[in-house]
């Protein structure tokens, strides 16, 4: 167990809908970020989120958004569902110290079908 | 493009004998070079990782090397055991010893490796 949780397990939904994801992190780790996997895809890195503020981004589409909260979990929020957004969608957390390696601790992921 | 590449997606090994896996990047801002195991309806688990700095760490059973002049880093288990049998990704972070975030892990498609009793 990496300590790092996502809710819920799968996801089921229809074309054109919004879902939200949300995963919290490690306790004392600030960092939350984001990765989709597809199929026969490695995980491709979406968004990171630091103490409540955005970090980096990736190949995140303009559908999808995110966001940290005060007690630091985090939501991605997907919109106007097509069916390729259909993947495993991980999040991670890590202490993200300055200047040094953290190691990113992931979840168990979230598998959205979009029928 | 893909900046990391595992270009073997499965690997079949005895158990007791070595696992070698591979992986090759062309990033050279790349800093830090990191493995994940993971198992089916699981999230990856870390598993080992290497700074440029370096050309080899060990851990227990598993050691990474890194040939910078090559791009090519490789992870070998020994000795394989059944329970290594899972999907291997090889990651890789641009620079963050210069302050800049570690967030865009690059993850390799991944190879499956299956250890046979």
């Known amino acids: 167990d990496s300590g790092v949780t996502q809710t819920p397990k799968h996801l089921i939904t229809a074309t054109g809908q919004r879902v939200t994801l949300r995963c919290s992190p490690r306790s004392g780790d600030l960092s939350v970020y984001w990765y989709q996997q597809s199929l026969d895809q490695g995980l491709q890195f979406l968004i990171q989120y630091y103490n409540g503020e955005e970090r980096a981004k990736g190949n995140i589409l303009e559908r999808f958004s995110a966001q940290q909260f005060p007690d630091l979990h985090s939501e991605l929020n997907l919109s106007s569902l097509e069916l390729g957004d259909s993947a495993l969608y991980f999040c991670a957390s890590s202490v993200e110290t300055s200047g040094r390696w953290d190691t990113q601790y992931f979840g168990p992921g979230t598998r959205l079908t979009v029928l | 493009d893909q900046q990391v590449k595992q270009n073997s997606p499965s690997l079949s090994v005895q158990e007791g004998r070595i696992s070698i896996l591979n992986c090759d990047y062309t990033n050279s801002m790349f800093d830090y070079f990191l493995w994940y195991k993971k198992y089916p309806a699981e999230g990856p688990t870390f598993l080992i990782s290497?700074?440029?700095?370096?050309d080899k760490n060990e851990d227990g059973r598993f050691t990474v090397f890194l040939n910078k002049s090559a791009k090519h880093l490789s992870l070998h288990i020994v000795p394989s055991q059944p329970g290594d049998s899972a999907v291997y990704f090889c990651a890789a972070s641009p620079r963050v010893r210069y302050g800049g975030s570690q967030g865009n892990l690059i993850f390799g498609k991944g190879t499956k490796l299956s250890v046979k009793p």
């Open positions: 290497i700074s440029s700095i370096k």
